[in-house]
């Protein structure tokens, strides 16, 4: 039977055997009590990577991005962002659920807008108004297809949020894959971010967890923040070693999803009905526009030959690479596509 071949994100990978043996032989201890031994590691692991004074080990991307903008913001600020951002498009309304902070959010077709629009929209110092407290971004940015920015464009954003006295998050879930695209240290791209996350559980290969970074101060209120929002884990040592495997190990194998991915938005910008940016494919993730008839049945077709994939909305499918796609893979996708006929 043909295994079935899952486009629908790279949280769709599978621990590996190494993982599923470093889970076995952890050790570990209570992480509440800052007691296990390998998730201290893991933290100060990625605390080096991104260049950060400490990390916390968390189990979601989400809950990563919550606790930044928990600890950064005060009920009644207001946060910026990409209107597609995930802190505003994809965590359940959490921003507003958990921390009282309302979002203001501006238009960029590759997902980061200009230090000008940033501008534009901070708040003069007035008792009528929320005060502009952090400057939200993200890299690789999902909904705008995994568009990547590189390191003088985020420090301009962040000069300019800091020149207006905000902090800066970025939310890194994909942070390696734009340091591999750009072939840069993933510290270059987050050096003037206040705080910043990295995602274990997608591309990486860990089964779960996610990692929130920045100063030391910060980072023991995230922790404070972390037990109230229910994100103490005791023995996670066993999540962790998995975790240490994904970030050691997993980078060197993310160039070859991006060129997966440019092979499959190649293939697919071939077709005649197909509407997919090339040039716009910079790391894992491909976008195509069908046509909105077309959506579903395509979907449906696809999935009856063993293909999975996503809604991105009412128009466009997205495909994202990971470890557990192979060459064939792709031309599986891209011979179902062939052959669907969008009249």
Partial sequence: MQQSADFRSDTMTKPNAAMRLAMVEAQVGDDVYGEDPTVRALEEYVAGLLGKQAAVFVPSGTMANQLA?????????ELICEERSHVFYYEGGAIARLSGTQVRTLHAPDGFPTPEQVQSVVRVDDAHYPRSRLLVLENTHNMAGGRVANPARIAALAETAHTASMLVHVDGARLLNAAVALDCAPSDLVANANSTTLCLSKGLGAPVGSL?????????EARRARKA??????????????????VKEGPALLARDHQRAKVLASGLAELPWATVDVSATDSNIVMLEPGQAAVQPLLQQLADGGVRASLASPTRIRFVLHRDLDDECVQRCLTICRSFSAS
Avoid: K, T
Avoid at 69 to 75: D, S
Avoid at 212 to 220: M, N, S, T
Avoid at 229 to 246: D, N, Y
């Fill in 69 to 77: 903008i928990h600890v950064h913001c005060r009920p009644g600020d």
């Fill in 212 to 220: 929130l970074a920045g100063e030391v101060d910060f980072i023991h």
């Fill in 229 to 246: 929002f229910g994100g103490g884990m005791r023995q996670a040592g066993i999540l962790a070693a998995a975790g240490l495997l994904a």
